[in-house]
């Protein structure tokens, strides 16, 4: 049992070295330079070539398995990865959405043909996928999505709006959240369908977001046809596979991600005010918070074979991060803090979002209380 910890720890501390070496020589200067003050389409090429990088160096699905493309590790050598990547500010990649949502599902969910067609072109970078879930009408109660599947021969009809789509203006597919069957009950009557974002009928809208990004938009499907082999799981087991999808979204990569982008803000800030003053209770206060995300994210990556005790790790951990993240942000911007105020604000106007996507704050806790707690409804 100790020999085989230690063979462990030794391939572990191993990789770590390996990766730190790899990012070093592979995250270009120019992109640690200018990153955040790039016009749109320079840093779209560069977060798309990121993508190729990252598979030929055999960093691309690290936990996947190999017969897919994947290096066939564990969620240990992925979230160690994106906290190394983090810390080299390395570019976040185009097809994160593929990598952390689809890809996943589909080893959970998917057919051999689903998995042998889309898994090794989303970590190659070749293709990038979207999440349509949202709608206009359709956000935290994601099972009362109105756009509709409607079955005709050898596949559906997609009909309907989704909103805040990521990533839809360069997507070569959507992972698709639709209603299939207007008279079955609520949560079995969607089904999560692979959706060709060329395919005819599709049309996007761009919204632009209040940090200047244009990330994601408006995606409007006029009878899209998708093939009856890109249904994931049986018709009607919508909601089941949203869960996984969801599970993915709200777990210990991102968690990781951003805990390194806070501590990176929370150093910087503590720089700034470097003088005692009244703050200074508030900072510190927040610098411990800062740490106990970090733990946080170990505590799941240490449940990862317990499905439920992952789960309910990870939810916590999206409130944590993304409160604490806004919280650090919102005194920076009180500080006002001189040197550095352009980051501030950036950061100050992305991290409003953070308590938004992948499930609200006020939902999470909801689940919290429902599922973590075993508190009534
Ligand atoms: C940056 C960003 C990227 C995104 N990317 C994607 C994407 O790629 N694909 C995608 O499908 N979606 C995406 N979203 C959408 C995101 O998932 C939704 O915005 C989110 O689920 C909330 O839905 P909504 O905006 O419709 O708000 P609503 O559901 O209308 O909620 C409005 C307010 O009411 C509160 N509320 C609602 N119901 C309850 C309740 N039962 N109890 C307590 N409070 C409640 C909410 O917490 C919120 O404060 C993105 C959002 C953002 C901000």
Same mark, same amino acid.
């Given at each position: 049992?100790?020999? $085989? #910890?230690?063979?462990?720890?030794? $391939?572990?501390?191993?990789?770590?070295?390996? %990766?730190?070496?790899?990012?070093?020589? &592979?995250? /270009?200067?120019?992109?640690?330079?200018?990153?955040?003050?790039?016009?749109?389409?320079?840093?779209?090429?560069?977060? $798309?070539?990121?993508?190729?990088?990252?598979?030929?160096?055999?960093?691309?699905?690290?936990?996947?398995?190999?017969?897919?493309?994947? +290096?066939?590790?564990?969620l240990a050598e992925e979230v160690a990865?994106g906290e190394? %990547?983090?810390?080299?500010?390395?570019?976040?990649?185009?097809?994160?959405?593929?990598?952390?949502? #689809?890809?996943?599902?589909?080893?959970?969910?998917?057919?051999?043909?689903?998995?042998? #067609?889309?898994?090794?072109?989303?970590?190659?970078?070749?293709?990038?996928?979207?999440?349509?879930?949202?709608?206009?009408?359709?956000?935290?109660?994601?099972?009362?999505?109105?756009? /509709?599947?409607?079955?005709?021969?050898?596949?559906?009809?997609?009909?309907?709006?989704?909103?805040?789509?990521?990533?839809?203006?360069?997507?070569?597919?959507?992972?698709?959240?639709?209603?299939?069957?207007?008279? %079955?009950?609520?949560?079995? &009557?969607?089904?999560?369908?692979?959706?060709?974002?060329?395919? /005819?009928?599709?049309?996007?809208?761009?919204?632009?977001?209040?940090?200047?990004?244009?990330?994601?938009?408006?995606?409007?499907? @006029?009878?899209?046809?998708?093939?009856?082999? @890109?249904?994931?799981?049986?018709?009607?087991?919508?909601?089941?596979?949203?869960? #996984?999808?969801? %599970?993915?979204?709200?777990?210990a990569v991102?968690?990781i991600?951003?805990?390194?982008?806070?501590?990176?803000?929370? @150093?910087?800030?503590?720089?700034?005010?470097?003088?005692?003053?009244?703050?200074?209770?508030?900072?510190?206060?927040?610098?411990?918070?800062?740490?106990?995300?970090?733990?946080?994210v170990?505590?799941?990556v240490?449940? +990862?074979?317990?499905?439920?005790?992952?789960?309910?790790?990870?939810?916590?951990?999206?409130?944590?991060?993304?409160?604490?993240?806004?919280?650090?942000?919102?005194?920076?911007?009180?500080?006002?803090?001189?040197?550095?105020?352009?980051?501030?604000?950036?950061?100050?106007?992305?991290?409003?979002?953070?308590?938004?996507?992948?499930?609200?704050?006020?939902?999470?806790?909801?689940?919290?209380?429902?599922?973590?707690?075993?508190?009534?409804?």
């Amino acid at each position: 049992m100790v020999a $085989a #910890t230690t063979v462990e720890g030794a $391939a572990r501390s191993r990789f770590r070295r390996d %990766a730190e070496a790899w990012l070093a020589e &592979n995250v /270009s200067e120019y992109w640690r330079q200018h990153r955040g003050a790039l016009e749109e389409a320079e840093e779209t090429r560069i977060r $798309a070539e990121w993508d190729r990088k990252l598979y030929q160096g055999g960093y691309a699905g690290l936990s996947l398995p190999v017969e897919y493309g994947g +290096q066939g590790l564990g969620l240990a050598e992925e979230v160690a990865f994106g906290e190394l %990547a983090a810390r080299a500010q390395a570019p976040d990649g185009l097809g994160r959405i593929g990598k952390i949502l #689809t890809a996943p599902t589909l080893i959970a969910h998917g057919t051999e043909y689903q998995k042998s #067609t889309y898994l090794q072109p989303i970590l190659s970078g070749e293709h990038v996928w979207c999440q349509g879930f949202s709608e206009p009408g359709s956000g935290s109660d994601l099972a009362s999505v109105a756009c /509709s599947a409607r079955r005709v021969d050898g596949g559906f009809l997609v009909r309907g709006t989704k909103t805040w789509t990521s990533f839809s203006r360069h997507s070569h597919r959507c992972l698709l959240l639709a209603r299939s069957d207007e008279s %079955a009950p609520r949560y079995r &009557n969607l089904s999560l369908l692979l959706l060709d974002m060329h395919a /005819s009928g599709v049309e996007i809208s761009p919204i632009q977001q209040i940090s200047g990004s244009r990330h994601f938009s408006e995606t409007h499907f @006029d009878d899209v046809f998708v093939a009856e082999e @890109d249904l994931v799981g049986e018709e009607g087991e919508g909601w089941k596979m949203a869960m #996984t999808v969801l %599970a993915n979204e709200r777990g210990a990569v991102e968690g990781i991600t951003r805990y390194v982008e806070i501590r990176a803000d929370m @150093d910087l800030l503590l720089e700034c005010c470097s003088q005692p003053g009244e703050a200074m209770e508030q900072l510190e206060s927040l610098n411990i918070r800062v740490e106990i995300v970090r733990t946080q994210v170990s505590k799941a990556v240490s449940r +990862q074979d317990d499905e439920v005790a992952f789960l309910r790790s990870a939810m916590v951990l999206k409130v944590m991060w993304s409160e604490l993240w806004q919280e650090l942000t919102s005194l920076a911007a009180k500080l006002s803090c001189p040197v550095h105020r352009a980051h501030w604000r950036h950061q100050y106007l992305e991290s409003r979002s953070a308590t938004i996507y992948s499930g609200t704050s006020e939902i999470q806790r909801n689940i919290i209380a429902e599922r973590v707690l075993g508190l009534p409804k």
